[in-house]
């Protein structure tokens, strides 16, 4: 009987360190790459790509074929979920997201129990394709946002600096905005599962604005949230693998780790190493965390950078990426750059 073939990037979440560690990045699928723009300019709209499931495939396979990447991540978007829960969803050229804001509680009241998943079926048809196109050392992650960070777009209704609109809802309205959360964490468990079902190795759920919480919101909004989602999906998939992303919110992490039980943390770059590795990596892989700016600035100073991460996390369970998303303006010569550090 042949043996399947190791993925490293899955090893790694499993407890198993790999002697090089294994890397992708976050936004990987991108307008910093020319294959990207052009098939982008002939889907249409930015949500029509990801509705697409031919063209969302290409995509997410682009920077296989281009780097070989040890993960691919399906090319969608945290957004899709109040898109499935019929939310007027828009995506502004060099604007960014548009949502019909929910600030209030009598708005509240109307929001839909469930998200109609069946609207997401271009999501699950992509995996589909990307799972046959992939080789089999190659993982195929599948994503959500966390509810807090999909709850401040959808009550502003546009992305903020601080998320405002947010924090300012759980204060004065507590209960409706527990509502959302609770209707976020609902949609995100079923979408997660059927990610899983379509073909994805594995899931990272992005709380990219959990850092802008205290201490004790952190827990009830970001933490707390993404626990019910793990224990959710894990009562269906228990060995699905999970990689949890409270962006900013390092020094809390062996609390997140704790109580969410995720197989995997992403890091950003402020995060202190010696802390990570003593009180995180000991129990959990570790993702991440070189800053994308010095990939864009590239030369010595990425070396250095590069060799900065390896040294701080790569004697335990890791994997490479960067510690936010890569930005458009990111020289493809620097990635490659990147990469050679990195594989040796
Ligand atoms: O990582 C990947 O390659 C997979 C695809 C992916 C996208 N968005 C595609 C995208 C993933 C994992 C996301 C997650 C996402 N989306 C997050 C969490 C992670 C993070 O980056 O913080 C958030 C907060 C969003 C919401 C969102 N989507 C914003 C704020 C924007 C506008 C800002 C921007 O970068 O343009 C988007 C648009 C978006 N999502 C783009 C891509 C490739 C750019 C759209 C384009 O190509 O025109």
Request: charged residues 20%; neutral net charge; glycine residues 8%.
């Amino acid at each position: 009987m042949p043996q399947p073939a190791k993925k490293p990037f899955i090893d790694v979440l499993s407890g198993q360190r790999q002697p090089v560690p294994p890397m992708w990045m976050m936004r990987q699928a991108g307008r910093y790459l020319p294959e990207y723009r052009e098939v982008r300019a002939k889907a249409g709209g930015f949500l029509d790509l990801c509705f697409n499931p031919e063209l969302a495939a290409e995509v997410t396979l682009q920077p296989i074929r281009r780097f070989g990447f040890d993960a691919a991540i399906i090319f969608s978007d945290i957004l899709v979920i109040p898109y499935a829960l019929g939310r007027a969803v828009r995506f502004e050229v060099g604007e960014g997201p548009r949502l019909e804001p929910l600030d209030d509680p009598a708005k509240v009241a109307t929001l839909a129990a469930h998200a109609d998943l069946g609207k997401l079926q271009p999501v699950f048809d992509a995996l589909k394709i990307v799972r046959g196109a992939l080789d089999s050392q190659t993982a195929l992650i599948g994503f959500c946002g966390a509810p807090w960070t999909v709850a401040t777009y959808m009550v502003a209704g546009h992305g903020t600096p601080d998320q405002a609109p947010a924090r300012m809802m759980a204060y004065r309205h507590p209960d409706a905005f527990s509502k959302i959360i609770d209707v976020l964490v609902d949609s995100s468990i079923e979408y997660l599962l059927a990610q899983l079902a379509a073909g994805a190795d594995a899931l990272q759920i992005f709380d990219t604005w959990a850092g802008v919480l205290p201490p004790t919101e952190f827990v009830r909004w970001s933490v707390e949230p993404t626990r019910r989602i793990v224990e959710g999906v894990r009562a269906k998939a228990p060995d699905a693998k999970i990689i949890g992303f409270p962006r900013g919110a390092a020094a809390q992490l062996p609390g997140y780790v704790e109580a969410t039980d995720v197989n995997g943390v992403s890091i950003d770059w402020t995060a202190e190493p010696s802390f990570i590795r003593e009180r995180v990596q000991s129990r959990v892989a570790v993702q991440g965390n070189l800053d994308p700016l010095v990939l864009i600035s590239g030369g010595a100073a990425l070396d250095r950078a590069v060799d900065n991460v390896l040294a701080n996390f790569a004697e335990g369970r890791f994997i490479f990426n960067l510690g936010h998303g890569i930005q458009p303006e990111t020289p493809i010569a620097h990635v490659e750059q990147m990469i050679r550090r990195v594989r040796g």
